[in-house]
T-cell receptor
Framework: DAKTTQPTSMDCAEGRAANLPCNHS???????VYWYRQIHSQGPQYIIH???NNETNEMASLIITEDRKSSTLILPHATLRDTAVYYC???????????????FGTGTRLTIIP | DAGVIQSPRHEVTEMGQEVTLRCKPI?????LFWYRQTMMRGLELLIY????????DSGMPEDRFSAKMPNASFSTLKIQPSEPRDSAVYFC????????????FGEGSWLTVV
């Protein structure tokens, strides 16, 4: 799986949009971008994933650049409960691939400021 | 859906004792993963199963660790004998085709070996 680079930490004011960047310059054509987050003392939680089109769900939006070398996770109206470590992961999506590993990096520690 | 269920949530044991961690994946999921998380090493994949068969155990640290999946609804991770350096949070996760290849994590088992 391609390596990702994320800032170590970020702050965001409550109620504002939180924009979390991720670089994945070596991403392959069949690799998806996944985002997970881990709130303290809990298991990682799936947020969103995408291939090349922008995606939106009830939790967040994912913006992927045209060359797919980077992406941004957007939490439109951050709340205190969004304080967590956010992981950007790129991997092949499928059910019959030999490598099913979801490799977590160090992630971005997002702190929402009241 | 109840999600991935792990037990025990917390365990404190003495060095040399056997530790057994249990996991019930989400019903219908055909992949099961065991991860370990420590401050020093972050989230590491230990082993994963597909249709109850171990596929990749390259992340298992040593022979003291073993994992089994006797049926589709139950898996165990055993450490025998346990050592203080095994202290960590152990996460179980599962994935199914219908879930769009999203991996869902349990709340983790917090292990302390003294």
């Amino acid at each position: 799986d391609a390596k990702t680079t994320q800032p170590t930490s970020m702050d965001c004011a409550e109620g504002r949009a939180a924009n979390l960047p991720c670089n994945h310059s070596t991403i392959s054509g069949n690799e998806y971008v996944y985002w997970y987050r881990q709130i303290h003392s809990q298991g990682p939680q799936y947020i969103i994933h995408g291939l090349k089109n922008n995606e939106t769900n009830e939790m967040a939006s994912l913006i992927i650049t045209e060359d797919r070398k980077s992406s941004t996770l957007i939490l439109p109206h951050a709340t205190l409960r969004d304080t967590a470590v956010y992981y950007c992961i790129v991997r092949v999506k499928g059910t019959d691939f030999g490598n099913e590993k979801l490799t977590f990096g160090t992630g971005t520690r997002l702190t929402i400021i009241p | 859906d109840a999600g991935v269920i792990q037990s025990p949530r917390h365990e404190v044991t003495e060095m040399g004792q056997e530790v057994t961690l249990r996991c019930k994946p989400i019903s219908g999921h055909d992949y099961l993963f065991w991860y370990r998380q420590t401050m020093m090493r972050g989230l590491e994949l230990l082993i994963y199963f597909n249709n109850n068969v171990p596929i990749d155990d390259s992340g298992m640290p040593e022979d003291r660790f073993s994992a089994k999946m006797p049926n589709a609804s139950f898996s165990t991770l055993k450490i025998q004998p346990s050592e203080p350096r095994d202290s960590a949070v152990y996460f179980c996760a599962s994935r199914g085709r219908a879930a769009g290849n999203t991996i869902y994590f349990g709340e983790g088992s917090w292990l302390t070996v003294v």
